[in-house]
Structures are given as structure tokens and as C-alpha cells.
Nanobody, 126 residues
């Protein structure tokens, strides 16, 4: 499956952005979809993950309550709604996919995902 992320940009602290990741070339509804991010000089870190149906999600502690991951299997797209943005949310955001292994889902690590989008830059100014 090929992934194409979009929606990044410059926003003031406290603002909102919605990222999208469009998929092609695979059975979208059979994949677990996740968002990771990588700030300058730091390792890529997990942000959120959603199971194949959209019924299960997991978030990192740093974004819980502010970010919401969702998916539209008919549109082959996964979203990340980001509210109450902070300067520390500044990073390149990547969407990633891995084959589903059931209804429950866990964060996983970067090594668990074998399909990646190209990344979209989110910059939050203070």
C-alpha cells in the first residue's frame, strides 16, 4: 500500500490542524494505521494508532485528550485531528500501516510498520 500524508502547516499555539493520509494500492480496511512524528534531532515517536474498523484507538500520553485519530475505509483515508497544539508538537508527521492481526490494537514501534508515507511538517509557534 502507498501512503500520502498532507495537511501540515504553520499554526499558533492553541490552534488546530487536521492531517490526512490517503492510501492506494492495497486492501485499506485490512491495515492498522498509525501516526508517528519526528522532531529535529529526535527519534521518530508514536502518536496514535487505529484498528482496521476504527473501533479501537491508542494514543501516546503526550497527545491524549488533544488529538483524535479516525479513518474512512470507503475513502481509503486516515485522519489526525490535532487540537490545543503546543510548540512541542512541532515535527514531521508520518502515517504508517501494518497488517491487522485482530480487533485489538497496540502502539507498536517503528519496526512493526512496513508501509510509510512521506511525512508532512507541522510547525507550532509560541
Amino acid at each position: 500500500v502507498q501512503l500520502q500524508a498532507s495537511g501540515g502547516g504553520l499554526v499558533q499555539a492553541g490552534g488546530s490542524l487536521r492531517l490526512s493520509c490517503a492510501a492506494s494500492g492495497g486492501a485499506f480496511s485490512s491495515y492498522v494505521l498509525a501516526w508517528f512524528r519526528q522532531a529535529p534531532g529526535k527519534d521518530r515517536e508514536f502518536v496514535a494508532v487505529i484498528n482496521w474498523s476504527g473501533g479501537r484507538t491508542v494514543y501516546s500520553d503526550s497527545v491524549k485528550g488533544r488529538f483524535t485519530v479516525s479513518r474512512d475505509n470507503a475513502a481509503n483515508t486516515v485522519y489526525l485531528q490535532m487540537n490545543s497544539l503546543k510548540p512541542e508538537d512541532t515535527a514531521v508527521y508520518y502515517c504508517a500501516a501494518r497488517a491487522s492481526q485482530g480487533y485489538l490494537v497496540s502502539a507498536g514501534t517503528v519496526y512493526d510498520y512496513n508501509h510509510w508515507g512521506q511525512g508532512t511538517l507541522v510547525t507550532v509557534s509560541s
